[in-house]
């Protein structure tokens, strides 16, 4: 017989509800009424942006927004020291968002700083040229008649022309002009809109040596060259597209021009083969700086804040000389350098030059110069931030670190 349980030592359980804080229920509630809003107002959101803006929702948009979600075994995923392509000594190369641009002439592509290829194709320009702005990338034959209009994924736009094309110039905004001829005049400068419609057409009598638009695209600055009483001279155009603004017009007697370019105060610099003219955005001349006897320039670079040359300091050596000018034609740097330039960049407060076997970087501030050892023969040199510099070759470009 069992004994009894003693009624002292029962434990009892019962079902109770436990205590809630009404506030962290309101709490809740609200949150929960948050979302549903928000839910909500994303959707009308979208519905606007599709029925708004559907002509700017496009695959090439997409696929850009994606392009750093790529996956995938073909994806590299590390930065290469070097990216590599068929050897063509034709071959022609750019940044254009923080891609690198590669125009041979039987390939084209672009392709990210890890060697990921965004757009692959055969190129159709045996001579090619590459102009990059912020919106697109135009491509043309050098002497060829046909160009396009790239973005980062795709092709754009292309027009074949009647007669070849000698120059080119896109602007940030999207705008580009293109330099051809006609049966009855040696220059034609053809104008088009970010749609890619012709907008407008300049006749010259003239051989149009360059062409180049300033920063808001509104004013496009055309250097021609003609022969005046058997003495060249150089005419000088900044070109106001729609605008009751007449355009402004000079001549200059016994100079060749060899590059123009605007700063970034609406002003521009003209370097010709015997001086260099500096102009404010009123078209006045403020300030001209003439080579001293013998100077030819190697190579130049025109930015928003700075115009620079580099020339040989005597007939013999490797000794150059390395001059940078400001906005208003003040001479700021007068610095040496030993080898001679293939191409010179600048980059801030930086001047690039690519010599054989070596780079030079040169502060504009201090005129400090460090140089960097490469490989021989490079073709050009592109500048991707303070730190890294593509120096690049026929079949290659590699990675060079600064310091």
């Known amino acids: 017989m069992l004994p009894e349980s003693n009624k002292g030592n029962r434990i009892s359980i019962t079902d109770k509800k436990p205590k809630v804080n009404t506030y962290y229920l309101v709490l809740a509630g609200r949150f929960k009424t948050a979302k549903y809003i928000m839910i909500c107002v994303l959707v009308v959101f979208l519905l606007l942006a599709v029925v708004l803006f559907r002509e700017d929702i496009t695959v ?14 073909n994806i590299n995923t590390t930065y290469n020291d070097t990216i590599t ?58 002497s060829e008649n046909t160009y396009t209009i790239y973005n980062t994924f795709s092709k754009l736009h292309t027009e074949t022309l009647d007669y070849p094309i000698s120059a080119a110039a896109v602007s940030d905004k999207g705008m580009y002009a293109i330099v051809t001829r006609s049966a009855e005049y040696r220059s034609v400068i053809y104008l088009y809109n970010q749609d890619f419609d012709r907008i407008g057409a300049v006749y010259k009598d003239k051989y149009v040596m360059d062409v180049k638009f300033n920063p808001d695209s509104s004013e ?20 106001v597209p729609f605008s009751e603004t007449h355009s402004a017009s000079k001549v200059v007697e016994n100079s060749m021009p060899i590059t123009t370019g605007y700063n970034g105060d609406n002003g521009y610099s003209v370097i010709y083969d015997n001086k260099i003219e500096f102009y404010d955005s009123e078209y006045f001349l403020r ?63 930086s001047v690039y030059l690519l010599l054989d076997g070596k780079v030079c970087k040169i502060s504009i501030v201090d005129g400090k110069t460090v140089y960097y050892d490469t ?3 490079a073709m050009d040199l592109l500048v991707v931030d303070e730190k890294n510099v593509l120096v690049c070759f026929s079949n290659h470009t590699s990675k060079l670190v600064i310091e």
């Open 287 to 349: 300030n001209t700086y003439v080579y001293p006897a013998n100077l030819i320039p190697i190579t130049t670079e025109i930015t928003k804040d700075y115009t620079i040359i580099t020339y040989n300091e005597n007939i013999v050596g490797d000794d150059i000389k390395v001059l940078v000018f400001n906005k208003s034609g003040e001479l700021i740097l007068d610095a040496n350098a030993n080898g001679q330039p293939k191409k010179i960049k600048c980059y801030t407060d």
């Open 220 to 239: 496009l600055l055309i250097t021609s060259l003609f022969s005046d009483k058997g003495n060249y001279c150089t005419e000088i155009v900044n070109y």
């Open 85 to 142: 392509y068929d050897a063509d000594l034709q071959v022609k190369l750019a940044l254009y968002k923080g891609d690198l641009v590669v125009a041979g002439s039987s390939y084209f592509f672009l392709s990210d700083l890890r060697g990921n290829k965004r757009l692959n194709e055969d190129s159709v320009f045996s001579n090619p040229v590459v102009l990059s702005s912020e919106k697109y990338l135009l491509v043309y034959g050098l």
């Open 60 to 73: 090439e948009n997409l696929r850009y927004l994606l392009k750093d979600f790529e996956i995938g075994d």
């Open 375 to 377: 490989e021989k023969n």
